[in-house]
């Protein structure tokens, strides 16, 4: 069965500081994945998405996730974070029809 | 044009009674998603319609949980007897097709309050 798992439930960093939140998924073959982000109060929006090609992808508000097949990971990053980035962030896989969502990671920044 | 909208925004309701939550999704959008999301909790796959095929309702926790779509249109997802841990917030999610490129477009959700 399918499966996203994220290590960390919660990660504090202060503005301006560097940025990974891990993902690691479990599918027979090379999923369809995705980063989404839940800001408080407002829905989900898609930060970026990898289905092939280049392993490196770039996406909105200055966001990028490799995609490791040998670690079958695909983890965010941000070099420089800004408060307005606060927020829950899901990593998702998608190897069939359905989508899977991780459990999510909580984005805390200090100033 | 319009994203996903959903209502109502917010339901709060007794115990035991049911409840009827809409969706709205993109026009053309021929694939739609329900999930839920508990308090603190990641989404939780429901039911998912795509065109005029049969649904796939794998994730539908019990009997009490139902959806309808027409055709490519709105979708109503319905909860009888309500009990306490049905308590979240359903999301709605459409996507142009089913392939595995598509993108889904989520709405802002129904937070449902089970007193």
């Known amino acids: 069965a399918q499966s996203v798992t994220q290590p960390d439930i919660h990660i504090t960093v202060s503005e301006g500081a560097s940025l990974e939140l891990r993902c690691n998924y479990s599918?027979?073959?090379?999923?369809?994945l995705f980063w989404y982000v839940q800001s408080p109060g407002q829905g989900l929006q898609l930060l970026l998405k990898?289905?092939?090609?280049?392993?490196l992808v770039q996406g909105i508000k200055g966001f990028e996730a490799e995609f490791k097949r040998s670690q079958s990971s695909f983890n965010l990053r941000k070099p420089s974070v800004h408060w307005s980035d606060a927020a829950e962030y899901f990593c998702v896989s998608k190897g069939g029809q359905n989508f899977v969502f991780g459990p999510g990671t909580r984005l805390s920044v200090l100033p | 044009g319009a994203g996903v909208s959903q209502s109502p925004s917010n339901k709060v309701t007794e115990k035991g009674k049911d409840v009827e939550l809409r969706c709205d999704p993109i026009?053309?959008?021929?694939?739609l998603y329900w999930y839920r999301q508990r308090l603190g909790q990641g989404l939780e796959f429901l039911i998912y319609f795509q065109g005029n095929s049969a649904p796939d309702k794998s994730g539908l926790p019990s009997d009490r949980f139902s959806a309808e779509r027409t055709g490519e249109s709105v979708s109503t997802l319905t909860i009888q007897r309500t009990q306490q841990e049905d308590s979240a917030v359903y999301l709605c999610?459409?996507?142009?097709?089913?392939?595995?490129?598509?993108?889904?477009?989520f709405g802002p959700g129904t937070r449902l309050t089970v007193l």
């Open positions: 999610a459409s996507s142009l097709l089913a392939g595995g490129t598509d993108t889904q477009y």
């Open positions: 990898y289905f092939s090609g280049d392993t």
């Open positions: 599918y027979g073959a090379t999923p369809y």
């Open positions: 026009s053309g959008h021929t694939a």
